[in-house]
T-cell receptor, first 113, second 113 residues
Framework: AQSVTQLGSHVSVSEGALVLLRCNYS??????LFWYVQYPNQGLQLLLK??????LVKGINGFEAEFKKSETSFHLTKPSAHMSDAAEYFC???????????FGSGTKLNVKP | NAGVTQTPKFRVLKTGQSMTLLCAQD?????MYWYRQDPGMGLRLIHY???????AKGEVPDGYNVSRLKKQNFLLGLESAAPSQTSVYFC????????????FGQGTRLTVV
């Protein structure tokens, strides 16, 4: 089975500062990795995904993530935070062998003016 | 473009009552999932389906039943609601696991008193 660990349940940054949200996974097979964002009282929407190929993946709203196999990590970054980025972010891994998606516990991002 | 639609959006139940949550998707996806979201615990898989007429247990299936009689619909039932089932429930669908992402509904907020 897969597992996903997100370090830091709450992250607070100032507007304009770098955003770094951490995600580590365990997988016995090549993983497919996703980042989702959840705004208050809404469902999850896809930010970006890694399947194969280039390890640096760009997503919506200026976010990007880098797949590092040696570190089993898929950290999410954004160079300059905006107030509208305040939300909860979930890292997920899919395992085709088990027809499931596994989610981390989430990181709430607070952006201070 | 409706995507994934959940009904109802809110519900309050008394302990011991039963109810059914409906999930409908219009993307012709094979796979459908029911998750519950609780603070600090991320999304936990309740049940899932890999096709019409098939269902399987996820991480936390106890107290829930599901049915997938039609490809586009996935029903989640609570036979005898308990306060521990107070949660936000999300339905999701995907074309397949692996490279394709899951699409989420807006959630159902259920309170059991």
């Amino acid at each position: 089975a897969q597992s996903v660990t997100q370090l830091g349940s709450h992250v607070s940054v100032s507007e304009g500062a770098l955003v770094l949200l951490r995600c580590n996974y365990s997988s016995s097979v090549p993983p497919y990795l996703f980042w989702y964002v959840q705004y208050p009282n809404q469902g999850l929407q896809l930010l970006l995904k890694y399947t194969t190929g280039a390890t640096l993946v760009k997503g919506i709203n200026g976010f990007e993530a880098e797949f590092k196999k040696s570190e089993t990590s898929f950290h999410l970054t954004k160079p300059s935070a905006h107030m509208s980025d305040a939300a909860e972010y979930f890292c997920a891994v899919s395992d085709p062998n088990f027809n499931k998606f596994y989610f981390g516990s989430g990181t709430k991002l607070n952006v201070k003016p | 473009n409706a995507g994934v639609t959940q009904t109802p959006k809110f519900r309050v139940l008394k302990t011991g009552q039963s109810m059914t949550l409906l999930c409908a998707q219009d993307m012709n996806h094979e796979y459908m999932y029911w998750y519950r979201q609780d603070p600090g615990m991320g999304l936990r898989l309740i049940h899932y389906s890999v096709g019409e007429g098939t269902t399987a247990k996820g991480e936390v299936p106890d107290g829930y039943n599901v049915s997938r009689l039609k490809k586009q619909n996935f029903l989640l039932g609570l036979e005898s609601a308990a306060p521990s089932q107070t949660s936000v429930y999300f339905c999701a669908s995907s074309r397949a696991t692996g490279t394709t992402e899951a699409f989420f509904g807006q959630g159902t907020r259920l309170t059991v008193v």
